[in-house]
């Protein structure tokens, strides 16, 4: 069974920072972009981040540009979203989501449209607050 688990969030104060995951079971992500979104209270689900198939292209919002961070560890399954400078607009529940390339499309470039993914995990809070 496909199946994306979220962690790494909790509760920081502004100016800190988390490292989210996103472990794959059931599958292997390497062939396979990967992206982390967020949503708000009362907002659409939006983009953070992406990258691709082969890990050498990588996406931001440019809300996280400069501050957010993802890489892939494909020998371990896993996604990262390392997050600094956090700030209370940050505040929102994070998924990581995968869209399959195949073997043929490893180095195209990630998009952050939600419709694009096709397997989503659960989600995990990150609040940022004092």
């Known amino acids: 069974q496909l199946q994306l688990v979220e962690s790494g969030g909790g509760l920081v104060q502004p100016g800190g920072s988390l490292r989210l995951s996103c472990a794959a079971s059931g599958f292997t992500l390497d062939y396979y972009e990967i992206g982390w979104f967020r949503q708000a209270p009362g907002k659409e689900r939006e983009g953070v981040s992406c990258i691709s198939s082969s890990g050498g292209s990588t996406n931001y919002t440019d809300s996280v540009k400069g501050r957010f961070t993802i890489s892939r560890d494909n020998a371990k399954n896993t996604v990262y979203l390392q997050m600094n400078s956090l700030k209370p607009e940050d505040t929102a529940i994070y998924y990581c989501?995968?869209?399959?390339?195949?073997?043929?499309?490893?180095?195209?470039?990630?998009?952050?449209?939600?419709?694009?993914?096709?397997?989503w995990g659960q989600g995990t809070q990150v609040t940022v607050s004092s």
């Open positions: 989501a995968a869209h399959p390339t195949g073997p043929l499309l490893l180095f195209r470039r990630c998009v952050l449209y939600p419709t694009e993914y096709d397997y």
